[in-house]
Structures are given as structure tokens and as C-alpha cells.
């Protein structure tokens, strides 16, 4: 495990974003209690940043918290929570040196609640409207018997809980603890994860790639025609999405998605590229192939009135320099790791972008 000295929870909250809900709501509807580990506050240095989640019900865990004594902790209480049926939302500091015996040094605060088949129908309310579009503030009391609850007009929050809010939802910042008339609250944002991957073929690489993506914090579309050749099972942040017309998912897919195509068909390849290359609000697009493939592709692409600023942000062949290896396992490393160092420079030129509009509301 890796302990680093984290930024506040104020700055880059996208990396910590992940599709708490759809797992959750899963995991209560295979086994019906779970306990919702948290982490909602750092200081110094820490395995995981504010807004690390894991799931914990009776017989697993889904997501992590930076492993090591930390997280073995964590469990435990979750699982004895579980035991003992307890209900609500309550808070646990953890010095991580003098409690833990881990050399991080640092602090964290970690928020556990309980859920149950009961409280599906609040998770779903939040899911659809999440999925729908929309970014929430959704602010939790630290207590007893305590679920989220969405900030807005039609909610009555405290003062200082609501202005949290607003805070969270227009500088779009990280999760944070509020304290009010005695009571602790955190107060997060909800949005749709926007590090979304389309991974068009489901040959050797694009199943060993899509293992690979399976323990990243993205939403994925696995997209092929040949319906019968998918896995009976993929990781949870997969879909599967059988086609016949898969450039269709590349007109449907949002801004700041990421494309690889690697199909069985080369002139297939060359097709979805192009309709890639013409919607040129990518956030990465690439193409597995060599630099004689990469070249044909931009002869078809000139041929097809696609300008050349456009063609050069196209990624062919794909994955990061310096791995040679061509085993299945090896390219889909290699390209994970492209595709990471993008969303980096994506998340990290988005703020620069808001922080002289944050700055101009002081």
C-alpha cells in the first residue's frame, strides 16, 4: 500500500469519484444489509484521498479504502456493525501511526453507514437522477438512523449544511465535514462518473483490456457485434453492449469520452475512427494497430474532409512508450496506463480552468 501526502479534499474531487450507488443498491439486493466505509476527511499523509469508498456486507467487500491496517479496521467494525444490527451513520478517527502502526503519519476520518432492502427506494431516487444527468449535493447527519439526503429548495438543511452545499456543487469540490448546532454532517457531490471508456471489439486484447478496466474507477461500454462471444461475466463498472450498428454508440456517447477501437475488421476499425474524428469533443481516441495502419487511416480520413489538428489527436498505435510486450495482458497494461495519464491532464486542465472563476467569487 501506498501512503502519500494528499491534497486537501477541496482540490481534484473527480479522481475520487466512483459509482458508489449501482454497486451498493447491488449488494442489498443479493445479501440486503451492507455498511457504506467512507473516507471523509485526511490530514498528512494518508493511503487514499477523502471520497475512497468500499462496501461491506456480510460475505464481501467491493471497492477499497487503500488496504493495510487501515482498511482490515474498517471491516471489522463494519462487519461488527453488521452483527449487531446497527443503523445510521457514525464517524471513526483513525491516527494512522498511533492507532495503526502504519508509517503514513497521517489522520484520516472515516464515515460508516448502514443500509438495508429498506433504504433502496432513497438510493434509487439519487440513482436516477444521477444517471439522468444531474449533479447533487447530498448531505448525511451523523447519526442514528440517518440516510442521505439531497440538498435543494425542497430540503430543509441547517444553514451552514446548505451553504456547504452549495459550495460542494458550484466549485465543484471535494466532500467535507460540517459541524452544526452540535451535529456532524458530511456533504458530498453526486454526478455521473464522467471518466467513461467505449471499448469497441471483445477479441484477446479487448477482454484482457477490459479486466484491466475493471479495477478503475470507470463507467465502460464493451461494444461488439458478435453477441455470443462476450464473457458470461465482467466487472461491475462494465456494460456489455451488443450491436449491430456500433458507430451508433459513438454518436450516443457524451463529451470527454474516451474511445479505443480494436475490432476484428480493419475497415471497421477506419469507420468508427472516422465518426470518432467527426465529433471531436474526445477526451482520448485511439486505435490498435502500427504506424503502417495509423498511416492508411490518415489517408482515409484526408480523403474524408477530416482536418489534420483533428487526425493528430488520434492515437494509433495505442499504449504507453516502453513496454514491448505484445501478450494480451501486456497491451492492455500499456493502454490503461494511456488511458489514465489523459483523464490526469483532463482533470487537471478542467480545474485550471475553475479556479479563476472560484477565485473572481471571493
Known amino acids: 500500500m501506498q501512503c502519500r501526502d494528499l491534497l486537501p479534499s477541496t482540490a481534484y474531487p473527480d479522481r475520487a469519484m466512483i459509482d458508489w450507488i449501482k454497486p451498493l443498491r447491488a449488494a442489498l439486493a443479493t445479501e440486503g444489509r451492507a455498511v457504506l466505509v467512507t473516507v471523509a476527511a485526511t490530514r498528512g499523509s494518508a493511503p487514499r484521498e477523502a471520497g475512497a469508498r468500499m462496501i461491506v456486507t456480510p460475505g464481501r467487500n467491493h471497492g477499497t479504502i487503500g488496504g493495510g491496517h487501515l482498511e482490515f479496521e474498517s471491516i471489522r467494525i463494519a462487519r461488527d456493525a453488521l452483527v449487531k444490527a446497527n ?9 494512522l501511526a498511533a492507532r495503526l502502526g502504519q508509517c503514513c503519519g497521517g489522520v484520516a476520518t472515516v464515515l460508516f453507514q448502514t443500509f438495508d432492502a429498506g433504504t433502496d427506494a432513497v438510493l434509487g431516487v439519487i440513482a436516477r437522477r444521477v444517471e439522468a444527468g444531474e449533479t447533487l449535493a447530498l448531505a448525511t447527519a451523523v447519526a442514528p438512523s440517518s ?10 438543511l441547517p444553514p451552514a449544511v446548505a451553504a456547504a452545499a452549495n459550495d460542494v456543487l458550484g466549485e465543484s469540490r471535494g466532500p467535507v465535514l460540517v459541524e452544526d448546532a452540535g451535529t456532524t454532517w458530511f456533504v458530498e457531490r453526486a454526478a455521473r462518473n464522467d471518466f ?27 461494444i461488439d457485434e458478435r453477441e455470443h462471444d462476450f464473457p ?6 462494465v456494460e456489455v453492449v451488443a450491436t449491430d450498428v456500433p458507430d451508433a454508440e459513438v454518436r450516443a456517447a457524451g463529451p470527454e469520452g474516451m474511445f479505443l477501437v480494436m ?27 502500427s504506424a503502417a495502419k495509423r498511416a492508411q487511416m490518415e489517408r482515409q480520413l484526408a480523403r474524408q474532409g477530416i482536418d489534420a489538428a483533428t487526425v493528430a489527436r488520434l492515437v494509433c498505435p495505442i499504449g504507453i512508450a516502453g513496454i514491448a510486450g505484445r501478450e494480451p495482458g501486456a497491451i492492455a497494461v500499456a493502454v490503461a496506463a494511456e488511458l489514465l495519464q489523459q483523464r490526469e491532464r483532463v482533470v487537471a486542465a478542467r480545474h485550471r480552468t475553475q479556479a479563476p472563476r472560484a477565485e473572481s467569487k471571493r
Open 87 to 95: 443503523v445510521g451513520a457514525w464517524l471513526a478517527r483513525f491516527p
Open 147 to 156: 440516510l442521505p439526503r439531497l440538498a435543494g429548495s425542497d430540503t430543509e
Open 196 to 222: 467513461r471508456v467505449a471499448v469497441f471489439g471483445n477479441g484477446h486484447v479487448g477482454r484482457a483490456l477490459i479486466q484491466v478496466l475493471g479495477a478503475l474507477p470507470c463507467a465502460v461500454a464493451w
Open 232 to 237: 458470461a461475466r465482467v466487472p461491475d463498472n
Open 263 to 289: 475490432t476484428h475488421n480493419h475497415a471497421l476499425d477506419f469507420e468508427l475512427m472516422a465518426a470518432i474524428a467527426r465529433r471531436a469533443d474526445f477526451a482520448y481516441a485511439g486505435m490498435i494497430g
